[in-house]
Each structure stands twice: as structure tokens, then as C-alpha cells.
């Protein structure tokens, strides 16, 4: 059953329409000898037993409902308002292609204007487009923006080592054929002042993340106004949920704001779909890729929303595009749309600093532990970098008896930073969830 | 659609204007209709610039398409129409007057002599409206 | 009937979801770092959801009727789907948590790895790439990597039929490799003799939608792959066109080296009004140590008792990391459930009623619109929306009047190479019933544009929505929207 509705009068009187005598004489274009190959793939099975079948798989997992979770790192489990899938379950929106066609998709065009003006507005800055992949193919898109507005006269890229280590490795990955020389990052020693020392007139990007991989905030001004001096773009990579309490980036200087809007509303889903956000200046607007949704008016003169400026993307430029991305995260910008409208200016601002406090409480008890210190000691919002007395792996391994599920451990990522765990607490957990690590922790130091 | 004759073209839907050493550069009355309505225009190339035949000079976009406007002949940029970009409307408006888009010096007049002249030019146009 | 933005519905001190109280003692926040202002909406629920319910009404969806955008591969998406990767311990596992504690979510990718390789002919699939274009990328980086790992570093080239997706090039263009454009002949076949001509040892690969996107499967596709191969090139499909190939025949079987899947397509993963997609990359057997990481395999084999353990992988001359984590789990978890259903038998019906589907409407549609390419089609066909004896009328018209009776309108303009062009792809999951009804407004609409060809250029009349103004959309900008109070100071 293929959800075809066809019945065997249909499917011979379509047949012998089109004038062919069986399905077969369908594909006379294929070359014979590869035709129709045998499969090996299962036998089709019912509803039924698939439910059964994906209910046993996806117990198979520990899933962060169940324990707590102090695991962060780019990806954080944070509440879902239960509106969100209420919407996002509209099949009017989950049914619908890319918004080609304005005046029947008005509902897809006014949620990504919407969803672009909330990104302005809590990152600060004027123009967001429709979305990207997830967070680390945005920071790509800005190396290629910052290229163009160069018009490929400088090739330097200069990434500071604290932003997400995948981020790093997939500009890595977009622009290996584009011969520019990405450093910054190789020493986690290199802070923010040793990068503003390190642009130069072939640097075209400068970006940092905020709060850093380690959870760590700083104010970036100067290393904006570095940038901008030399004419180089600046880029942050934001977490957006962090963004309820601090200053935007805009108010640093940056150019172009990136980042991950997972924390908005949408499940962990073991890394996927998320959403890549993408917000910069207006004048940057032509170069930025990606769809974007304008106001106008239809002929009756209604207010109305269309794609707009098109002749940037691929199919009217083709390979002339800066980028090649067509489909994005619709679904998911929704979803952070949602999220933003229902939790609205003073509740995000609720939930980051529930997240901040519990955080902060965490990583001083943690700290008054005999075997266990804090990293670093200046401010964060809610990750925080604890050394440990012995491997992380272990450490986790021991609190997973405990159904807790333990930190990142930094040493896969950061040789120097072997036996740290960097740990994230968000507005689900909770004074006793915390307590509770701080008692195993102390427990597992011992053996 | 017109096709001033004395104008010179290229393949590429620009016209030529020849004052002694100096050309200026715009697009054709057929390009602007096939694009469209204008929305963005951008001079790339900037004042001073020394560039050879088929160089990039300038871009425009209509709501559907884009394109990009080529040096017809080696020269020295010498001045661009920054007008055109608040309102690029004009190019469809007056595309041999008010919408030239840049002036330069010519290099190599021989040069000149492979452009097209008007009737060559519409006749190029006519085929490939079939 | 417009709908006002959630900025403009906002009230000062209006709050819709209570957090719960602060359970530990306060941190003093810190200073010169925390925002003044923060300007998002104040609504409560109830503004929230109708604002959302109403928003989704303006939407046309599969679910509210004939989606036939060509190219698209607009099918029914299963409510099943949406159960299963909803499933708690599929939803909120963490990325990063030891493999060893998301045995389920491994087996899961390790079987779509195999199922998708099988059904293509691959040898290996990666689920990393996010969608179509990011599998093309990702497709593209491997076979340069592979001619540089072979030393053979002149291979910069990359060919593109002009039928091709804007995607192709757009992508070649991002590899840093160039463009050679090939353009198609009198039977929307490649041209040959042009493909021999630029066929030297610069060529790194062609890109090949099989079937194109004119709907047509290229009959030589044996002597176009033949001719890449040996001038050293590899062969990159396009497999967003893969729903007209399932269980009929396996790109990999007729020599493509890498392909990418469309799941959000031809896997019914639905499109999410935009998506998220998913982009799965398989590639011969000569590739997988190119492919981006990470990949899941077995790393401990089962035995009857025990089954086996999974986990990640990087190949070995690996592009990289194409994507953060683990490629769209979510979107996988939809693709699996399709195939589970469907499961071998279940393919083939995709294909063969896909293509059924198309043919008719071809056959119904011909006597009224020049089918420029005019033979047995696969899943799809492309129409000309135009006549000459009703000049003004654009394919754009006849879109815009279709909406009067409840369809989407095909593709617009796509591909390319045929004038004014409508791209017409049905999908199995459509009766005779339906295709029936779009063959009448047709007919219609082609009778209309003949006696009433206002009617055309004025349409749509029956939708919430007329024509957009797109010039003052492009001309006067407006890209988002401020707090109202923003506007008043
Ligand atoms: C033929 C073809 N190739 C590539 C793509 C790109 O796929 P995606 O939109 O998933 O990136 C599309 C989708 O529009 C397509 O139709």
C-alpha cells in the first residue's frame, strides 16, 4: 500500500488512454539489462506494526525527559510550550511547499516576515533572512558574504577558537575550494584581544560566538571595533535563548549575527531539523543568501507578503549565485515564531534568567566540591567549564547509574581541556536535579 | 522598441555612445524590456578603473531576473551614474538618456569597429524573439 | 481578511505562559552585559493560537487539495510520519549523549543508510546534508576531493545541462570548480556531440538529473555516462527525481558515482512549507572514504543473543563535517516510517503510479497545450502555457487562474529551456477522480484565455488573496517590523 488510490478499472482505463497495453511499457526509455532490479529490501507491513516497531526503537534510547539533562553544547533542552505542536501540526503549514505562489501561502509568507522581524529585533539587527540549515551552515553563509562584499580581494578568516567545534568544521568543509586561509582558532589560549591583534587587511571575517562554546560572556566592542576599523566584517554566533538577557550583538558592532534557534521551541531530535538563523545590516541585504519574505500590497490593495529580491538566489543567478541553498528550515522558523510570540518579551526574559541563576547555583557548588573546580571564574550565562578528577567519560558513565545524564566532555574537542566537563543547566532543571549531581559527583570523586 | 542609429551595440544588449574618446555605456531598450521592471542597480566597477573588453561593470535586477553589464571595449572608468540606483525605474523609463550607466575612456578604438551598428543590432534582436 | 502581524496585537503587560519561580538563590547578573530593552510581542495564548490558526487558513496544502508543483514531488504525507518522530525517545534525545544510550535512534540511520544505498545502488549513504542542494554540495565536495586525492589536480570543471536545477550550477559555483554549460537536443536528451566536445581530462564530473526536468528519462544515458567516465570524470545525480526510478531502476547500477536523495520528496518527509528537507548522499563504492562524517556503522557485531552495537564513523579521506551533529534524525524518522510501509513492493507502486499519473494528464492535456517534448514521460511532464492566438496570456496567467479552482499551480518557468513552461508533476498519490478535474479546468482555462483572456490576466478571483505587486515589494523594501510603540517615538 503506497497511499495510492488507483483501483485495477482506473489504472486500465489510464492505461489504455495513454495507449499502452501494461505498466511495464511505462519505461521502454530505461536501458533493459538494469530494468526493474530485485531488491533486497523488507516486506511492506501494516500501521500497526509499525507503531509497535518505532515505539520498541525509541525505547531503546535514554531520552532527557526521563532524567536530567546536563548536557549542552550546542544543543539544549529547554521547555516546549505545548502550542507549539498544536501549530506546527497545522498540515495547512506542514503541507506546503516553499511559498512560490503568494496568494495562496500567505499564511507560510506572513509567518517567516514574522519570524524575520522577531530574529531584528532580538539580535538587533535590521534585515534576517528566511532561515538556514541550522547554525553551523549560517556561519558558512557569513565567510561567504564577508568574501563578496570583498569581491574576493581578501582571504583571511579568522575564527575564534571557542566557537562550537562542528561550527568550525563545516566552514572548514563549504569553502575548501574557495583557497582562503581560516586560523584564529588553533590554541584555546587566544582570546578576543589576541584576535583583534590578528586582523589585518586581507582579513574578511571575524567571528566569535556568544556566550562562547564554554558558556563564557564578554562584552565584544572592542573586537568589533577592531574589525570594523580594518574593514574586515564582524560576525557573532548567538545563542538566541541567551539573547532574552543580554546585550545583543549589534551593540558590539557586528555586521552579521548567526545562530542556532534550537533553543526556541524545538526538541532535541537527536540534532535535527533546527534552524539556522541569519540577521544582518540592511546594506548587506543583496549579498546575504537565502530567501526573504517582503511587504506589499495585492491587487485589491491588501497588505501581503512575497519572496523577495530572488534575482540573488539560484535559480535566476545559477552559478553566478553566492549560494546554492533553496530549501530551508520553514517548519522550524515557524516554530521559533511561535515560541517567541507565546513566551513574549517578559517570559524569555523569565526563562533565561531561570536558566542564569540555576546555572550560577550549579557551578558554585560544584566548585565548593574538594576534587572539582571551576575553569574559568569571570561571567557566564549557563554553561559552565568544571575540571574534574578524572575522565569525563567515566565520571558520566557513573552518573548514567544515577540517571542523570552528565556533561560534554571537552577533552574529544580540546586536548588541553582533557578531564573538563562542560556542563549546561537550563530552566527545566531543577534545585534538587542540581543537588543531586553535586552528590554523585562528590561520590564518584572517590573510587 | 527603439533602436537609435547612432548608437553602436554589443551581443550582450548594451549600447555605445561614441564622443571622441570617450564612450558611454547603457543598456539596450530590448534588454530593458525583456528584464522587466527594474529594481536594483549597481555600478561595480569604480572610477579609475582600467579594465579590458567583457570586464564586469555593472548589475541590474528586475524582479525576475539579473544581469550584468560588460565593458564593450577596453578603457578607464571615468564616471559612473549613481543616480540610476534610487531609481533604477528610470532604465525602464529612458534607457538611451537618462539611464546611461557609466563613461569611459576608449583604449583601443579599433576596437570599435566589431560592436554593431542599429540595424544589425535589431535584426539580432528580432531572431531571438522566435 | 489580512491577518494583522503578532506585533501589531501585542499589548503592554499582556502574558501568556508562567514560568515557575526561581528555586535557587539569585546570582547578581552581570554587569554591562545585560540588554535594556527587549522588543518581542506581548500577547496571551489564545491571541497567539487564533493568530497561527488563521495565518495557516491562507495556506493551500497537499492536505487541502492538487499540489502538482513539477519538481516538487507534492505526495501525501502520512500522519504517521508526524506519530513516529514525535515518539518522546526519538524527540528529545541529545545529540551528544554516549552513542551506547541512543542504540534505537543508531539502528534507525543505520537501516535508512542501507535501505536508501539499496534502492539507489550505492554502496554507502551519509544522512548529514539538510536538504537537496546541501546533498549536491555535499556530492560535489567529494568528487573533487577525490580527483585531488588521485593527484589529478586539473580537473576543474564541472558540465551542467542548461535543463538543469538552478541548484547544479549554484553549487559547482561554491566548490570553486567551473561551470560549463551543455545544452539539451531536439528530443530533450543531452546533446552528445556537445557533451564529446568538452569531454578532456579538466572535466571532474557532470551533474545529471535522471530523469531531467523536462520528465524525460535521458535515452542515452548510457553513452552520455560512458563519455564522462572516460575522459576521467565522475557522474553527480540529481536524484530530487528519484520518486519515477523506485524499484525500476538504480542510478547506481547505470554508473552514477554519487546521487543525492530527496527525502522530503520522493520519501513523502512532508516539505514543511519550506522545509526542513533532508539530503541524503550515496556514493560508489570508490567514494565512501570521501563521504562527510560522521557515518553510523557497526562497531561491534551482534549474535543471536545480543544485537549488534552501533556508532559514528569518520571515512577516511572525509570532506568534513557538512553539518552540525547528526544530519536531520527528525526528518529520517519520517523517511523510515514511509519505507517500513511501503517496504519493497510499496516502491515499485510509487513509481509506477507516479508515472501512470503523468502520462495521463499528458495524453488528456496535448490536443489543448504544446507539449514541446512530446513522448512516454516519467513522473512528470513540462507544458507550454502559451498560444499563439491568445498572445498576452503567460503560463503565469494560467497558474493564477487555476487557484479559482482549488489547485496549486505546477512549476512556473522551470526549466529553463522551454518557453513559459508548466511543470506538471502529479505523484501517485492522486486518483483519476482529481486528475480528472484538473484535466477540465485545463481545458477550460485554455477555452478562457482564448474568449476571456482578462479573466486570466486578472486571476485569482475567488482566493482571500489577489496578485502581489512585486516591483514595490523589490523597490520599497520592507523586511520586518518593529514593536508598534517603535513607531510612534
Ligand atoms: C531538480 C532539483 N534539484 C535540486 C533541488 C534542490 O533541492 P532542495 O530544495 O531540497 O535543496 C530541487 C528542488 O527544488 C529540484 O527540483
Known sequence: ???????????????????????????????????????????????????????????????????????????????????????????????????????????????????????CNLTGMEVSNASHYDGATALAEAVILALNQHRGKRHKVLLSPTIHPHYRQVVRTYTQGMGLTIVGDESLDTSSAMLAEMIDGETTLVAVQYPDFLGRIEDLSSLGEAANKAGALFCVVVNPLALGLLRPPSEFGADIVVGDGQPLGIPLSYGGPYVGIFTTRQQYVRKMSGRLVGETVDSRGQRGYVLTLTPREQHIRRDKATSNICTNQGLMALATAVYLSIVGKQGLREVAELCYHKAHYAAEKIDALDHYSLWHRGPFFHEFVVSCPKPVAEINNQLLDYDILGGYDLGQEYPALADHMLIAVTEIISKEDINDLVTVLEEVSHD | MEFPTDLKYTNNDEWVRVEGDIATVGITDYAQDQLSDLVFVEVTAEVGEKLERDATVAEVESVKAAAFIYMPVAGTIIETNVELYDEPEIINADPYGAAWMFKFEIANPVELDELLDATAYEKYCQEREH | ?????????????????????????????????????????????????????????????????????????????????????????????????????????????????????????????????????????????????????????????????????????????????????????????????????????????????????????????????????????????????????LGVVRPGDLGFDVLQYNLHKTFSTP????????????????????????????????????????????PKKSIGRVKSFHGHFGVAVKAYTYLRLLGKKGLREVADFSVLNANYLRVRMRDVYHIPYDRVCMHEFVAEGRWEDAPDIHALDIAKRLMDYGFHPPTNYFPLIVREALMIEPTETESLETLDAFVKAMLEIAEQARSDPELLKTAPHKTTFGRMDEVKAARQLVLCCWPVERDES
Open chain 1, 1 to 119: 500500500m503506497a497511499y495510492v488510490p488507483h483501483t485495477e478499472s482506473d489504472r486500465r482505463a489510464m492505461l489504455a488512454e495513454i495507449g499502452l497495453e501494461r505498466m511495464d511499457d511505462l519505461y521502454d526509455a530505461i536501458p533493459k539489462e538494469v530494468r526493474f532490479p530485485d531488491l533486497d529490501l523488507p516486506d511492506p507491513i501494516s500501521e500497526m506494526e509499525i507503531t509497535r516497531e518505532m515505539l520498541t526503537l525509541s525505547e531503546a534510547n535514554l531520552e532527557v525527559q526521563h532524567v536530567p539533562c546536563f548536557l549542552g553544547a550546542g544543543a539544549y533542552n529547554h521547555f516546549i510550550p505545548s502550542i507549539i505542536d498544536h501549530i506546527l501540526l497545522r498540515n495547512e503549514f506542514y503541507t506546503a511547499y516553499t511559498p512560490y505562489q503568494p496568494e495562496i501561502s500567505q499564511g507560510t509568507l506572513q509567518a517567516i516576515f514574522e519570524y524575520q522581524s522577531l530574529m
Open chain 3, 271 to 314: 516539505h514543511g512549507g519550506g522545509g526542513p528537507g533532508s539530503g541524503p548522499v550515496g556514493v560508489a563504492e570508490h567514494l565512501v572514504d570521501f563521504l562527510p562524517t560522521p557515518l553510523v556503522d557497526v562497531v561491534e557485531e551482534g549474535d543471536e543473543v545480543l544485537p549488534p552495537l552501533y556508532g559514528f564513523v569518520t
Open chain 3, 1 to 245: 481578511m489580512t491577518e494583522p502581524l503578532v506585533y501589531e496585537i501585542s499589548s503592554p503587560g499582556r502574558h501568556a505562559l508562567r514560568m515557575p519561580e526561581v528555586d535557587v538563590p539569585k546570582a547578581p547578573l552581570p554587569e554591562g552585559l545585560i540588554r535594556e530593552d527587549l522588543p518581542l510581542p506581548e500577547l496571551s495564548e489564545i491571541d497567539v493560537v487564533r493568530h497561527f490558526v488563521r495565518l495557516s487558513q491562507l495556506n493551500h496544502g497537499v492536505d487541502t487539495g492538487f499540489y502538482p508543483l513539477g519538481s516538487c514531488t507534492m505526495k501525501y504525507n502520512p500522519k504517521l510520519n508526524e506519530d513516529t518522530a514525535r515518539l518522546p525517545g526519538f524527540a528529545f534525545t541529545h545529540p551528544l549523549q554516549d552513542p551506547e544510550t541512543a542504540q534505537g535512534t543508531l539502528a534507525l540511520m543505520y537501516s535508512l543508510q542501507e535501505w536508501l544505498s539499496e534502492i539507489g545502488g550505492f554502496a554507502a549513504v551519509s544522512l548529514q546534508p539538510a536538504a537537496g542542494a546541501h546533498g549536491e554540495l555535499t556530492g560535489i565536495l567529494i568528487i573533487r576531493a577525490y580527483h585531488k586525492d588521485r593527484g589529478d589536480e586539473k580537473r576543474t570543471k564541472i558540465l551542467v545541462p542548461d535543463s538543469a536545477h538552478g541548484t547544479n550550477p549554484a553549487t559547482t559555483t561554491m566548490s570553486g570548480m567551473e561551470v560549463i554549460e551543455i545544452p539539451s537536443d531536439e528530443r530533450g536528451n543531452i546533446d552528445l556531440d556537445s557533451l564529446r566536445g568538452h569531454c578532456d581530462e579538466s572535466v571532474a564530473g557532470l551533474m545529471l538529473t535522471n530523469p531531467n526536468t523536462l520528465g524525460l528519462f535521458e535515452e542515452q544515458v548510457r553513452e552520455v555516462i560512458e563519455l564522462i567516465h572516460g575522459c576521467g570524470g565522475l557522474i553527480y545525480g540529481d536524484g530530487a527525481n528519484m520518486n519515477a526510478l
